[in-house]
């Protein structure tokens, strides 16, 4: 992650904080002060005066108060015993205004004359106020307190040095970068089960049955434990901190890249979800804080992790570089794997700016121009370069397909999609009907494990499905953003050959035609996708668009008029922007759950009731 | 007959037009130990020959080492039609370098005064796994899915369980001479009439066989091909098979 990502979001966290820990009504609120005890214990000083005490077990700590504090807010000594560092902390802006309002003034006074008689600091010979504000400061506030401080002596009683430093946020946020980028980092009811997710992260890599099974179940858990209600910016500036630290412990190893993306995006749904249930009138911040973390956290990760991998992505065969397995049937699924998940990640990287635009910002339309354009240049090359980009193993591998299309769409490349769509064809065709070849036909209830057992084993698993498909209608359907003449002759092939599996001489080449289905999603997609799969709704079975009457029309206009009839008689419409449409598919592909096909009709058939076809641009 | 004289004979089948005379050669070039065909029949072929025999070959490939020896032995004719048709075998050679590292690209990187077209198949080869390479660290190629372990675990059982099975049946020891499953012991000595022989080791027989990359990477794209180059057999042969 850049250098300077990493501090704007450590910055807006640490300025986030109050200066005390507090409880209230039960419930933490965690304070600038935990942190700059966090440092001390970082830097390895030993704490001897803290605003709260200290819990053992991962509770609440407990504030003091009503104490005199003499205005030293904490305190440490070294280890020697012969420095002590007064922190007088302040969670005000240090300004002209706020210099004896906010008791800057009084309270460096007061820390300025300490009593070393106290046990414990005999053998002081060097005492350091820290003035330490999380938030930003004027030449005025500055020069009060240089005005202030050269007043002050620099000795207490008998010769022991006195000396002052000003941190503001900057100096504060550098100093918790160098010492304290761990886990204690966090609230302490966060920490102990945050500390345990990183040593997982550490141990575990990415894809293996360790890493779904524990790591990504604990980190669930744990940001919805960091997020629980009431949500508020701060909750909600500790998860990019979170994701930092993470990154901080990521190793060398190269698949922690993709790994820590991984974690990144369930991050996202967690807070999308929360975003979701924010109340309507007083979350402008909230919303900005979610908003500018999955732009410049998730997405501006994703961009520097393809320019990084652009490499593999379009070199011939890059995909399938390093071959694991004994080198047949569970590689070619593996080398698909791989292909897919980063065709989704690129479709979201692509998709992800739009969701902002600003119309009549000409500056900002012409970046977005750029990134799908570069997109588009990338996905070309790696369908032309890799074989396994072109090899869907389940049905959900719709989704990649979808936004495979919708990058092409965009840049008006129809020659690609015609290519790409005639290519599909082609191949899945050759899986349908050549039984020797070790990758079996698309699994329909996305079931990765049955298709690894059938290319590991060459024979078919018991519950092994691909007799029905949602994924191929959706390709008939794409169809649809073709010229006329393109259309008819894929969505014919596509039927005769894929579908029915009717040869050239008009013999059955495989004994059962595929179940061709749509879907209806419930009303409440929307808002459940977010939290996990939503898989109810109306399944429409489409009979494969057979007519029985003599005067049959032709195949297109058979699947338009179905189309239309299920959007009339189920409208189903695609939401307002409020949560971009790019984290409902980052949704999606996470809960493993079928995108609703309103996503290609509205773009292809347009409007419910409209018979209109893309201009394809 | 003689030996020249059978391959000739077995050049000019491989390139006629008659299907089952290029099933022949093919069968009889499989089963040798090496292919070897006759250059004064390659250079003496027309250009429609020429092409037939490389889509046969492409329908219906040969295995291994005889992959190399065989598209070498193409070559001369090739290079003196030129144009389209040299290309066309380049390609397929660059596409087997590429399939069969060892058995071919290995092999022709040793001939000494390579033609113009071996050295281009080479250069293009080995750009290409030179560009693997330099992406064989990528974070992008560093994760599987999981279970994927386990999964290529069994297959490795799977396959060698295959292997044994098939080495039993074509084995004749296998199958008439008494067979002892050893449990412990790094030799062995039999017990024969009340009399101890003497220990002897054990000896491996093994085999290796180079698997093409491709029937991995692309065995869609592969199967695609050998079903064209079928077909373009029947247009240019005027027939079916």
């Known amino acids: 992650m850049a250098a300077s990502n990493l501090n704007q979001f450590l910055t807006e966290y640490i300025e986030s904080l109050l200066e005390r820990t507090t409880v209230e009504k039960g419930i933490l609120k965690t304070g600038f002060d935990w942190v700059i005890y966090q440092l001390g214990v970082g830097k390895n000083w030993k704490p001897f005066r803290l605003p709260f005490f200290r819990q053992p077990s991962a509770g609440v700590p407990d504030t003091k108060r009503g104490e005199a504090e003499f205005g030293e807010d904490i305190s440490f000594g070294s280890e020697s015993g012969k420095e002590y560092w007064i922190f007088v902390l302040k969670d005000e802006r240090l300004i002209y205004g706020n210099w004896t309002s906010h008791k800057f003034d009084s309270d460096l006074r007061r820390a300025a004359a300490p009593r070393l008689s106290q046990e414990g600091l005999e053998k002081v010979e060097s005492v350091r106020i820290i003035l330490a504000y999380n938030k930003d400061e004027d030449q005025g506030g500055i020069e009060s307190y240089d005005r202030l401080i050269g007043s002050l002596p620099t000795s207490i009683g008998d010769g022991v040095k006195l000396s002052f430093e000003r941190w503001n946020l900057t100096r504060i946020v550098e100093e918790i970068e160098a010492h304290v980028l761990t886990p204690d980092l966090l609230p302490q009811h966060l920490s102990g089960q945050f500390r345990y997710i990183c040593s997982q992260f550490e141990d575990f890599g990415f894809g293996t049955r360790e890493w779904e099974n524990q790591l990504v179940p604990n980190w669930r858990d744990f940001l919805e434990l960091a997020l629980k209600e009431p949500v508020n910016g701060r909750k909600l500036r500790v998860i990019p901190v979170c994701l930092m630290i993470l990154n901080h412990y990521r190793k060398d190893r190269a698949g922690s890249y993709p790994g820590w993306i991984d974690l990144i995006e369930w991050a996202m749904l967690a807070l999308w979800s929360a975003h979701q249930r924010l109340p309507r009138a007083g979350s402008k911040n909230a919303k900005e804080i979610i908003r500018g973390v999955w732009l410049g956290l998730y997405i501006g990760e994703l961009e520097r992790y393809f320019v990084e991998v652009e490499g593999t992505l379009t070199t011939q065969h890059g995909f399938s570089v390093g071959r694991q397995g004994l080198g047949v049937g569970v590689d070619a699924v593996n080398h698909a794997y791989r292909a897919y998940w980063h065709l989704g990640r690129l479709g ?9 635009e600003s119309p009549g910002n000409p500056e900002y339309e012409g970046f977005i121009e750029e990134v799908i354009t570069r997109s588009a240049g990338w996905l070309v090359r790696c369908l032309r370069a890799n074989p396994a980009a072109l090899r869907p193993l389940v ?9 495979t299309w919708v990058i092409l769409w965009q840049t008006g490349k129809q020659k690609d999609i015609y290519e790409w769509l005639c290519e599909l064809e082609s191949r899945l065709l050759v899986r349908r009907v050549h039984k020797e070849l070790s990758v079996p036909f698309i699994e329909a209830n ?16 018991y519950d092994y499905a691909n007799s029905s498909s949602y994924l191929l209608l959706m390709l008939l359907e794409l169809c649809f953003s ?5 259309r008819d002759e894929l969505v014919e092939r596509y039927m005769r050959r894929v579908v029915k599996a009717i040869g050239e ?4 080449l495989v004994k059962k035609e595929i179940d061709l289905q749509s879907w209806v999603p419930p009303e409440d997609w929307w808002d459940r996708i977010l939290k996990g799969p939503v ?18 029309k032709p195949l297109c206009e058979r699947i338009r008029d179905s189309v239309e009839e299920v959007r009339e008689k189920h409208p189903w419409k695609m939401r307002g922007r409020d949560v971009p449409l790019a984290a409902y598919i980052l949704a999606c592909i996470k809960h493993r759950s079928p995108l609703p ?4 009709r509205g773009i292809i058939f347009g409007e419910p009731g409209e018979r209109s076809r893309p201009d394809g641009g | 007959m003689a030996k020249k004289q059978v391959r000739e004979l077995l050049t000019r089948w491989a390139l006629s037009t008659d299907t089952n005379r290029r099933e022949i050669a093919r069968a009889v070039l499989r089963s040798a130990e090496s292919v070897n065909v006759a250059q004064s029949e390659i250079c003496e072929a027309n250009d429609a020959q020429l092409e037939i025999a490389l889509l046969e070959f492409i329908h219906k490939p040969l295995l291994g080492e005889k992959t190399g ?11 003196n039609a030129g144009g389209e048709l040299r290309e066309k075998l380049k390609r397929e050679m660059t596409l087997q370098a590429i399939n069969h590292p060892a058995c071919c690209l290995d092999k022709w990187k040793k001939i000494a005064e390579p033609s113009v077209l071996l050295r281009e198949v080479i250069r293009d080869a080995e750009a290409y796994f030179e560009r693997l390479r330099a992406v064989a660290d990528s974070a992008a190629v560093a994760f599987s899915f999981p279970g994927f372990k386990e999964a290529a675990e069994k297959e490795r059982e799977e396959f060698l369980a295959e292997v044994d099975r098939g080495a039993r049946e074509k084995s004749i020891f296998a199958r008439l001479a008494k067979n002892v499953q050893i449990i412990y012991g790094s030799k062995w000595a039999v017990m024969m009439q009340g009399k101890l022989g003497a220990p002897t080791g054990f000896h491996e027989l093994s085999r290796e066989m180079e698997f093409p990359r491709l029937e991995v990477i692309d065995a869609e794209g592969m199967v695609i091909r050998r079903i064209e180059a079928r077909n373009r057999v029947r247009e240019l042969t005027g027939g079916g098979e």
């Open chain 1, 348 to 356: 979201i990287l692509s998709r992800a700016p739009q969701d902002f």
């Open chain 1, 395 to 403: 049905d959900l591998n719709h989704i990649e397909l979808f936004l």
């Open chain 1, 446 to 461: 996305s079931r990765l494990d049955l298709v690894a057992e059938y290319a590991a084993t060459g024979d078919r698993p």
């Open chain 1, 482 to 486: 073709l010229c006329e003449s393109e």
């Open chain 1, 505 to 508: 001489d008009g013999q059955s």
């Open chain 1, 535 to 552: 898989l109810d709704g109306i399944a429409v079975t489409t009979n494969n668009f057979d007519q029985v009457t003599e005067k049959a």
């Open chain 1, 597 to 600: 096909p309103e996503f290609w």
């Open chain 2, 69 to 79: 020896e065989f598209l070498l032995g193409l070559a001369p004719g090739f290079e």
